[in-house]
């Protein structure tokens, strides 16, 4: 807390006290303890002595978490222990403390191979089983904040910490002797820091209620992300930061039996925790589920007692398993989602009128906390031996195997997919030699996940191709549809890893009889450059590995040329895309170079003696395309998607390793962009109004003069309005396609629903589902792109194909009856989206328009899309004629 504030907090709730409404309940005199009646042991550090304020007073600093936390682990080194798991982007610690009784707190790396050797029944026999369960603690997990601006939870955990070292109840006392607590305060500490500047920046001097008010109103991009703007409650399986990767390997280590992670929702809300709402991921176990209820029971009951409101089995549901809650659970956790009313900030005003403080919010994550601690001792056993069942029931249920086969298009991306598998927990073996399987021929080092494993519903719920919502929970949003309300889905209905990485999966009833190796968390197989030392130069097969190589070329001055069509040479057929990297005009170096760049990206290089082609395009022909490397701006701030405009960036950036010069969106009607040769706007709002009609023509005047603009998304309305007089296809609106009936007759209730705009809704807005899209294999943009790719499809814009002479359509959906690969459409969608363009392409003066009318980068996951975005990118203008 900076020093004006740590001045004023304190004065200002005392001036609350003069004002009518009952701003700080709990504040009216010098706050006592969160929970009425708590008796404590002064010597134990208090927030007060260390952080000069009581608890739920300010929001409270991550710096300053961990400084809380560091002071009681040196009160009690013999019942706290701290360590860390990583740093974020911005070089913040990413921490946890284990609090527990002095012999557990002594024993811990014991508790951990136990907590392991539980979750595996292959090596650990059930008298073995018995044996631990008799003298482990239940590891129970409670993670916070790991939404940046969800401010309460951190400062809950400093609280419960408190209350378990410092407690002089014996029944918190008797706790600690059947669970081991971990406490994860901060799982987001740079967005938990942005949120304290603008909160800090905007105080005044008193809390502000008002949802105006700057201090609660958090500028672009807010804190609920993270440094990348992930945001990191998505991202537990494809793990692409610091935050999740490091937490997730620290789940692996530990194996928690109990998962908390406590979050903070709309100020209006009151508190949530499970049981959830439909839909349940069927993955889910009738254990977890009863464990799930029996302590949402206790936790219910304690906020009877504290006469604090809640609600289960609404809104937050279980299905998608990238979520907090969602990821540990088939690991075999109690995991589970506590949700608080944001004051975010330290006061709120409700719509009702109510005012909610940050005291309260703290106060009812403590209350949570402690009742989840509590529940798990008093059901130790239960937890324990539910924990050992899981993965006996994982190994004794597992039929066959899922082969993961290399996609030809794309041969590496199998290998980050064993990889975060491997990640999750799940077990991969690589094929020593090659085997039939399934009617199938597979190569040596073919990956398969056999399914008898304890982790097999990690692997089902990660790999399977569609994982069906509940008929009776479909039924009841058509139902809901047809009277015109929303739907009930949170979040997508699709997230296969091997459909959105179009790596070709089987499941295969029998287990291929084949010698496997098991696999590492490694994302890349290196790669060795064959033939090194060619008289003439290389080759590079496409795909994702080759396209980070030729990044890393461009970076490291490389001349780079893409073949845009198929050519054989010696015998062997090279795909459009391949790179082609003469030894003249480059460096003498260049075979280590390319040697090093193979190692890193797992590209695979061959060498090559001279240039003959004996069919197909000559590398000396114009199809050789010279690839240079552009200077590339991303259109960042208001009207950006956060997200959408991060995972853009990291896409490009992090894995790509290819800088670009992110542009606050509201100069880019008046910036000079002929220094770059590649704008991109992400997906995000209103593009038209933020750039206004003069930067909208001169926007077009700069991709008149070469550039290459990619809209991604909804940014793609900009490129199709008519007023931007850009790309030819409009969007499709089902409204302005209705005749104005408003004076016919109505002649019966369906007449009467229609006109209403109720009886045929649509296209609706779909939460996410991945449809499939055929590639124009001519285009210069799909050079190396698989015949098929699986887009993810949200929201509801819907484009009319570019027409000869408008354009191409380089990706379209496929026919009405094929194109649903994974997930929920609605039917209405279905038929609308069936042929419909997916990625549009046109000349415009010297220069390139390219559309994708899905962001192809959402949570960075789309492995499959990475291709075509990047040629965008990179071909875009090496088809143009930029300013160089
Ligand atoms: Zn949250």
């Not at 075999?332 to 944001?342: F, I, L, N, R, W």
């Not at 705009?757 to 055929?774: C, F, H, N, T, Y």
Request: proline fraction near 7%; aromatic fraction near 8%; charge should be negative.
């Amino acid at each position: 807390m900076p020093s004006i504030l740590r001045r004023l907090v304190g004065p200002c709730l005392a001036l609350l006290v003069g004002l009518s409404v009952p701003l700080v309940a709990g504040a009216q005199t010098a706050p006592g303890p969160l929970i009425a009646g708590a008796s404590f042991d002064p010597a134990v550090p208090t927030v007060r002595t260390v952080l000069g304020y009581d608890s739920g007073e300010t929001v409270t600093r991550p710096s300053d978490v961990r400084r809380y936390f560091d002071a009681l682990a040196g009160f009690a080194p013999d019942r706290m222990a701290t360590g860390e798991y990583g740093r974020s982007h911005e070089g913040r610690p990413l921490w946890w403390a284990a609090v527990g009784t002095p012999a557990n707190i002594a024993r811990l790396d014991q508790i951990r191979a136990n907590s392991r050797a539980l979750a595996d029944p292959r090596r650990t026999t059930p008298a073995q089983a018995a044996s631990i369960i008799a003298s482990q603690p239940v590891i129970v997990w409670m993670a916070y904040s790991v939404h940046g601006d969800e401010i309460s939870p951190a400062d809950a955990a400093m609280a419960a910490a408190h209350h378990l070292l410092a407690s002089r109840d014996p029944a918190v006392q008797a706790w600690l002797a059947n669970t081991l607590v971990i406490f994860v305060p901060t799982q987001n500490p740079d967005g938990r820091d942005r949120f304290t500047d603008s909160f800090n920046a905007g105080f005044g001097i008193t809390p502000n209620p008002d949802p105006l008010s700057a201090e609660r109103d958090q500028p672009w991009p807010g804190g609920r992300f993270n440094h990348d703007l992930f945001d990191l409650n998505r991202d537990w399986f494809i793990q692409t930061q610091p935050e999740t990767r490091g937490h997730a390997a620290l789940v692996l280590e530990w194996r928690p039996q109990v998962l908390v992670d406590s979050h903070e929702m709309g100020t209006d809300q009151t508190f949530f925790f499970p049981p959830e709402a439909e839909p349940l991921n069927p993955l889910l176990t009738a254990k977890t589920l009863e464990s799930r209820e029996i302590i949402g029971r206790n936790t219910a009951r304690r906020f009877d007692q504290a006469g604090v409101p809640y609600f289960n089995r609404q809104t937050y549901d279980a299905f998608y398993p990238g979520y907090g809650d969602g990821w540990p659970a088939y690991l075999g956790a109690v995991s589970m989602t506590y949700e608080q009313g944001s004051a975010r900030g330290l006061a709120a005003r409700r719509s009702n009128g109510e005012i909610l403080t940050f005291r309260d919010t703290v106060r009812n994550h403590l209350i949570a906390t402690l009742s989840t601690i509590e529940a798990s001792s008093a059901n130790r056993d239960r937890l324990l031996s539910n924990a050992y069942d899981y993965g006996r029931e994982g190994v004794a249920g597992g039929r066959g195997a899922f082969i993961l086969a290399p996609n030809p298009a794309d041969p590496t991306t199998v290998d980050k997919l064993a990889g975060l598998l491997v990640r999750s927990g799940v077990e991969v073996g690589r094929a020593g030699a090659a085997f039939t399987a399934c009617g199938q021929s597979y190569a040596a080092g073919t990956w398969v996940v056999a399914l008898a494993q304890p982790q097999r519903r990690m692997a089902e719920v990660l790999l399977s191709r569609d994982i069906p919502l509940d008929p009776a929970f479909l039924a009841e949003q058509e139902r809901r549809r047809a009277r015109g309300l929303g739907d009930q889905i949170y979040d997508v209905t699709a997230w296969s890893l091997p459909v959105m990485f179009n790596v070709p999966a089987t499941r295969c009833a029998a287990l291929p009889s084949v010698a496997l190796t098991p696999a590492g968390p490694d994302l890349v197989r290196p790669a060795a450059v064959a033939d090194a030392g060619s008289a003439y130069g290389y080759l590079v097969e496409p795909g994702v590995a080759g396209l980070k190589l030729m990044t890393g070329a461009l970076r490291a001055g490389l001349v780079v040329r893409s073949m845009a069509h198929p050519f054989t040479r010696d015998g062997r057929r090279w795909p459009s895309g391949t790179l082609l990297i003469p030894r003249a005009g480059n460096a003498s170096n260049l075979t280590q170079t390319l040697t090093d760049l193979a190692a890193a990206t797992g590209a695979r290089v061959t060498g090559i003696a001279d240039s003959w082609v004996s069919q197909g395009p000559s590398f000396g022909s114009d199809n050789a395309v010279l690839v240079r490397a552009p200077r590339i701006a991303l259109a960042w701030d208001e009207p950006t998607s956060a997200p959408a405009a991060g995972a853009t960036r990291y896409i490009l950036e992090r894995e790509f390793g290819y800088p670009v010069t992110v542009v606050r969106s509201a100069g880019l009607s008046s910036a000079d962009l002929s220094n770059f040769q590649v704008l991109i706007l992400p997906d995000g709002g209103n593009y038209a109004s933020t750039l206004g009609e003069d930067g909208v023509a001169a926007l077009r005047g700069w991709v008149e003069r070469g550039g290459t603009l990619i809209t991604l998304g909804r940014a793609t309305r900009l490129m199709t309005a008519e007023s931007s007089d850009m790309l030819a296809s409009r969007r499709q609106d089902p409204a302005t396609e209705k005749d104005d009936e408003a004076a016919a007759l109505i002649a019966d209730e369906a007449h009467y629903r229609s006109l209403i705009g109720v009886a045929e809704p649509g296209p609706a807005s779909v939460a996410g589902a991945l449809i499939r899209g055929d590639v124009d294999q001519e285009h210069w943009l799909s050079a190396g792109v698989s015949p098929s790719v699986n887009v993810l499809v949200q929201g509801s814009d819907i484009y009319a194909p570019l027409t000869r002479g408008q354009g191409v359509n380089v990706v379209r959906f496929g026919g009405p009856d094929d194109l649903l690969v994974s997930g929920q459409l609605w039917t209405e969608n279905r038929v609308r989206l069936a042929f419909k363009p997916a990625v549009m392409v046109n000349a415009l003066g010297s220069g390139q328009l390219i559309a994708f009318t899905q962001d192809p980068t959402v949570r960075g996951y789309l492995e499959g899309l990475k291709p075509l975005l990047i040629n965008a990118v990179f071909l875009g203008p090496a088809n143009s004629s930029p300013n160089w």
